[in-house]
């Protein structure tokens, strides 16, 4: 009997969250100068507060129209979130980028280039509402790379030092509303 009551538990904890898909779709300015959609996705495991399980959420991907370049947002209890700072970030990478505000490269692991919410290091990606700030501090060093005999775009949102205000969609995962909306490639084809 105890040995089905181990095989049981772990059904039993995913039986008490409930999963939700978030998204926000946006337009911007790319760091070119030309006017993209913005994308921002991840998901959550939400538990009720008697349970004794955290609430859990992906990292948060953040996605331009017509760049190969995705960037994966994450809070402090991801262990990949990266030693560039608190709450909900990114970090450059070497070679990539470059932090606007100093005009310096980036070396090493230590900039943040991306934060939600940055007034606040505290906050967890389960804890996001309805609408999110999202601070870019970084621009790239080159908006394509040679692939082949063509450019790989890597340009992401223009770096800015007021906040984007982002206002979030949460759907039940699996549900018709939760299902992402498609980045029209059609315009990258025409450029």
């Given at each position: 009997?105890?040995?089905?009551?181990?095989?049981?538990?772990?059904?039993?904890?995913q039986?008490?969250?409930?999963?939700?898909?978030?998204y926000?779709?946006?337009p911007?300015?790319?760091s070119a100068?030309e006017?993209?959609?913005?994308?921002?996705s991840?998901?959550t495991?939400?538990?009720p507060?008697w349970?004794f399980?955290?609430?859990?959420?992906?990292?948060i991907?953040?996605?331009?129209?017509?760049?190969?370049?995705i960037?994966?947002?994450r809070?402090?209890?991801?262990s990949?979130?990266?030693?560039?700072g608190?709450?909900?970030?990114?970090?450059g990478?070497?070679?990539?980028?470059?932090?606007?505000p100093?005009?310096?490269?980036?070396?090493?692991?230590?900039v943040?280039?991306?934060?939600?919410?940055?007034?606040?290091?505290?906050i967890?990606?389960?804890?996001l509402?309805?609408e999110?700030?999202?601070?870019?501090?970084?621009?790239p060093?080159?908006?394509?790379?040679p692939?082949?005999e063509e450019?790989?775009?890597?340009?992401?949102?223009?770096?800015?030092?007021?906040p984007?205000?982002?206002?979030?969609?949460t759907?039940?995962?699996?549900?018709l509303r939760?299902?992402?909306?498609?980045?029209?490639e059609?315009?990258?084809?025409?450029?």
């Amino acid at each position: 009997m105890k040995r089905c009551c181990w095989l049981l538990f772990p059904l039993m904890l995913q039986g008490c969250a409930s999963y939700y898909s978030h998204y926000a779709m946006f337009p911007a300015e790319v760091s070119a100068g030309e006017t993209r959609q913005i994308r921002l996705s991840w998901q959550t495991a939400d538990y009720p507060s008697w349970w004794f399980v955290d609430d859990k959420a992906t990292a948060i991907k953040m996605e331009a129209q017509c760049s190969d370049r995705i960037w994966r947002l994450r809070d402090d209890g991801d262990s990949g979130a990266g030693a560039c700072g608190a709450g909900i970030r990114a970090c450059g990478e070497q070679g990539l980028d470059l932090h606007a505000p100093t005009g310096v490269p980036v070396k090493g692991e230590g900039v943040q280039c991306l934060a939600i919410e940055p007034g606040q290091p505290e906050i967890t990606i389960p804890e996001l509402g309805e609408e999110l700030q999202l601070l870019v501090s970084c621009s790239p060093l080159l908006v394509s790379l040679p692939d082949g005999e063509e450019e790989k775009n890597i340009d992401y949102i223009r770096a800015s030092p007021v906040p984007y205000r982002v206002y979030v969609r949460t759907a039940p995962r699996g549900s018709l509303r939760a299902r992402l909306p498609e980045l029209d490639e059609s315009v990258c084809d025409d450029e």
